[in-house]
């Protein structure tokens, strides 16, 4: 190799290469217009690392030749977003597509033709990348939406993810997010090389992709053939253009991959021609869809429009038509859900629909299975749409054999032989074992223990499925008696794990009365209405001993958690588990009841906006309207208080131009205080 003798010439030389390796990715990966040759592209990558090699002083993170090399972890650490990724609503035809056209007019009181951005919907994993001053300093996966895991490493392996972004004008700090698939051809060399190898095969390329992002030696990650494309912005600490298709644009040419057939389109009719013209042109590109995704282009109107739960009023999934395969049904088995539901399962002859090897699908229900009239032994037509799970949707009559046999409800409950219940009115039969069962109780525990109940950390549900499996617990109360000593004898658990499990296990005993009815799993009471319940009450005690009269006037409260509430707590074995969670420690704060001559906020309109950190927007509406409030959807004159998270937009401007009231989360928090909501 030629001696360069001067640091600077060094230097200039080695930023030179990475300058002509990047802008080479760029042209190869992003724009899909390579400039050089294969071989001509490797002599400067080669070029390169030896000169790192000779001079290591020189070598910085997001040079090309960084892309692997770092060591396998023991585990991924948690992430959690600064604004969630959300979820998407879908339709499946047209009248949906324009019912949603015409939500997003109402909301936004127009008439007007709304523009949408349209974009394949890759059926991959999404990730979120960070960039800060350009350089990608984190990525992470979705996970529930607010927490993800840190797969930095893998993600660096990716050739089409760019190290350093290019150009100049990015934001300090931008939040790119995207999804990380794997092309046809790659997903089918990877399993040619698989069985030449004698080694296991994956089912369809999101598996693979999802398995490759989550190995625990980036090593290998970087032997898969990962693509991305990225579709949207979260966290940006600066300037962006004010349409989605606008940022796409921006984001390419920053050297980041987006979809080539990313198109705008006016209003819902131009929406369903591109829908048919990715359709019909489905089997010709080079990854997996399942369908195509719209969203409200403007900016503005985006934050104007807000979110709805966990999803986006401005944009929505319209999925392709399911794909549906005929199959032999070779028996039905009975599973029991967490809360004792019991579901006929169908066993079938293994096929292959939509990319996936199907073996299982869903009937549902008895009554269902009475409606189809289908019995062991029919030729069935068995539908899968996306992930949703595959189900059986029609009998093939004209192919029934002699000696089909007729499907069964059994009168006991399979797992722990409790007699099986169905209430008047309702489609879906239920084990009575409740907590009892071993089926619920592996359900049950694993719910228990989630993050937004009594938050376990390090409970997974193999570890819990070992448990009860062995015995060493029945439900949810025997979490509390566990040793260190018993849980370091479990698959997978060395002795400093157990001992972390034990901790986090006295750690959750401090919880909140809504955490724990939650906690509980009862039907219908999610986190909104558990605390709705708690700030009514006051106590356990009076929720246990409350009839259905006294039930119904809790906000959000109506007949039917009602009923599951007071059929709940009237099984005595519910009740000692119960007893046994707080005899063994687990206790909360006392709550000030708020009574209705007492409502400080009586009268007063508030207005959620942004995105809250520290509770859902459901809990602060609750606590709000529990204190007499009324939540509103829109700011005007009559607005007393605008509450601002992160990302407010339209609403908060609204309100400092009405000189409304404004405060933050953390005022939020201290007015809540006062009153003790």
């Not at 009559?638 to 990302?647: L, R, S």
Request: net charge negative.
């Amino acid at each position: 190799m030629t001696q360069i003798s001067d640091r600077q010439q060094l230097e200039d030389k080695v930023k030179d290469l990475r300058e002509q390796l990047r802008e080479h990715n760029f042209r190869y990966y992003i724009k899909d217009d390579p400039t050089v040759s294969d071989g001509a592209y490797d002599t400067l990558f080669h070029t390169l690392r030896k000169l790192e090699e000779e001079y290591p002083q020189l070598i910085t993170s997001d040079s090309p030749t960084q892309r692997v090399g770092a060591q396998p972890i023991e585990g991924f650490t948690q992430v959690t977003h600064r604004l969630p990724m959300l979820s998407l609503g879908n339709v499946f035809n047209d009248e949906e597509l324009n019912d949603f056209d015409r939500r997003v007019r109402d909301r936004l009181e127009s008439e007007a033709i709304v523009e949408y951005t349209c974009e394949p919907k890759i059926d991959g994993l999404a990730v979120s990348l960070l960039y800060v001053d350009g350089l990608l300093t984190l990525a992470s996966t979705r996970g529930d939406g607010s927490v993800g895991e840190n797969i930095t490493e893998n993600v660096r392996t990716i050739g089409s993810i760019p190290l350093q972004l290019r150009g100049q004008g990015y934001p300090k700090e931008l939040e790119v997010r995207g999804e990380v698939f794997m092309s046809k051809q790659g997903f089918s060399s990877l399993n040619k090389r698989a069985l030449a190898n004698s080694e296991k095969v994956f089912v369809n390329a999101r598996n693979a992709a999802a398995g490759s992002l989550r190995q625990l030696d980036p090593r290998m990650t970087a032997k898969r053939p990962l693509d991305i494309f990225c579709y949207s912005v979260g966290y940006v600490d600066g300037e962006l253009p004010n349409t989605q298709s606008e940022i796409l644009a921006q984001l390419q040419e920053w050297g980041l991959k987006t979809n080539p057939e990313v198109k705008t389109a006016m209003g819902p009719k131009e929406c369903t021609a591109y829908y048919l013209d990715i359709l019909n042109r489905r089997d010709e590109l080079g990854y997996e869809i399942d369908g195509v995704v719209y969203k409200v282009n403007s900016l503005t109107l985006q934050n104007k429009l807000g979110f709805v739960s966990r999803a986006p009023r401005w944009a929505t999934s319209h999925k392709f038509p399911a794909q549906e395969e005929t199959t032999r049904l070779l028996d039905v088995e009975f599973q029991v859900g967490r809360t004792g539901a019991i579901t006929p399962v169908a066993r079938l002859e293994p096929v292959l629909v939509g990319g996936v090897t199907v073996s299982n699908a869903t009937l549902h229900n008895m009554d269902e299975v009475e409606r189809m009239d289908v019995r062991v032994g029919d030729t069935v037509m068995v539908y899968r749409a996306g992930d949703v799970i595959p189900k059986v949707v029609k009998v093939i009559l004209d192919k029934r054999a002699e000696g089909a046999k007729r499907i069964v409800m059994p009168s006991v409950c399979p797992v722990c032989e409790s007699p099986i219940e169905k209430p008047e009115g309702e489609a879906v039969a239920r084990c009575s074992g409740g907590l009892i069962c071993k089926a619920q109780s592996k359900e049950a525990i694993k719910h228990f223990a989630s993050r937004r109940a009594m938050d376990v950390d390090g409970l997974g549900d193999k570890l819990v499925e070992q448990l009860v499996d062995t015995g060493k617990i029945s439900n949810v109360a025997g979490l509390f008696e566990l040793s260190a000593e018993q849980l370091a004898s479990m698959d997978r658990m060395g002795a400093k794990s157990a001992e972390n499990l034990v901790v986090a296990l006295e750690k959750s005993k401090m919880t909140t009365l809504p955490r724990f009815l939650f906690a509980l799993g009862i039907r219908e009471v999610g986190e909104a209405t558990a605390l709705n319940l708690a700030n009514f009450y006051g106590d356990l005690a009076a929720i246990q001993v409350a009839n259905e009269e006294s039930l119904l006037e809790v906000p959000d409260v109506g007949p039917i958690v009602a009923r599951y509430l007071k059929l709940f707590f009237a099984q005595p074995h519910n009740v000692e588990v119960v007893e046994q969670l707080q005899q063994s420690g687990v206790h909360w704060p006392a709550i000030d009841v708020v009574t209705n001559q007492d409502k400080p906020l009586e009268g007063q309109v508030f207005v959620l906006t942004g995105s809250l950190i520290k509770m859902t927007r459901n809990e602060a509406k609750a606590q709000l309207q529990q204190l007499g409030a009324k939540v509103s959807g829109s700011v005007s004159k009559k607005t007393h208080c605008v509450v601002a998270g992160d990302a407010a937009g339209s609403k908060l401007k609204k309100a400092q131009d009405l000189g409304v009231d404004v405060i933050d989360e953390n005022e939020l928090e201290k007015l809540l205080a006062r009153y003790n909501a």
